[in-house]
């Protein structure tokens, strides 16, 4: 499934359940320090989320090291890599690229199922909502809402870890649209997100019977333009990872 919506040079790995090879890596202490004390089936997908990691990795060149969550929950990547993982019922999912190729990469799986109506009250702003009647027809088979969502967590994995920023889901605009691509616009100091322009960034969704997937990958060659500008970098892990990479 993140084969569809992964671009070239990213590498990925996906599980369906916690019984395959992804799920009998042995954690690092740190990782495991993490998980000591929780629920059995909390351990069982942060293990196999990090098994599919561990062997995204491998194809990329690059060997496995402890992959710790860090103070904004994303987990810390080896130099001159950049990464998100996902997990929700049933499936897990890790995606990695190299920091010469991608600044920033944010991916997130969701069933597919609507939100319930406070937390879309919550996500969706009028201008998504108004998006969603124009660019969806009435009778659409998709949980917009929580399709947007997924849009929203895949964006916010992106960029806050690269920037080392908190943001909220409010803070970024994101337009859906029918062919499987979304558009972003990210939070700005200087610009309020209630008034969008076209300037932005693209991810990538899609769906199958029971899942949404979206994906956000953010090229180097982008990362030092306009597209960026107001997003002021503040020594997240993977911005540290691409400035080393481009000196």
């Known amino acids: 499934m993140i084969a569809e919506v992964v671009p070239a040079g990213v590498r990925a790995r996906e599980a369906f359940d916690d019984d395959g090879p992804d799920s009998a890596i042995t954690l690092f202490a740190t990782e495991q320090a993490v998980v000591d004390g929780v629920l059995d089936e909390r351990r069982r997908e942060f293990t196999t989320v990090r098994g599919c990691a561990r062997a995204a990795l491998t194809v990329l060149g690059v060997a496995p090291a402890p992959l710790v969550p860090g103070p904004l929950g994303a987990p810390g990547w080896p130099a001159g890599v950049v990464g998100s993982m996902t997990h929700c019922r049933n499936y897990r999912a890790a995606a990695v690229a190299l920091t010469e190729d991608f600044a920033a990469l944010g991916i997130d799986a969701e069933p597919r199922e609507p939100l319930p109506r406070f937390m879309a009250e919550r996500i969706v702003t009028d201008v998504e909502a108004r998006w969603l009647r124009q660019d969806f027809p009435s009778a659409v088979a998709l949980p917009l809402d929580r399709l947007l969502f997924c849009a929203k967590e895949a964006s916010y994995k992106a960029f806050s870890p ?12 994101v337009r859906l649209r029918p062919d499987g691509t979304f558009h972003i616009i990210p939070p700005t100091p200087e610009k309020p997100i209630s008034s969008p322009d076209p300037a932005g960034l693209t991810g990538r969704w899609t769906a199958c019977s029971s899942l949404l997937l979206s994906v956000v990958a953010l090229s180097a060659s982008c990362a030092p333009n306009d597209h960026l500008d107001g997003l002021t970098p503040k020594a997240g892990k993977n911005w540290d990872n691409w400035k080393q990479s481009t000196r």
């Open 162 to 173: 690269w920037t080392g920023t908190r943001f909220g889901f409010r803070d970024f605009t």
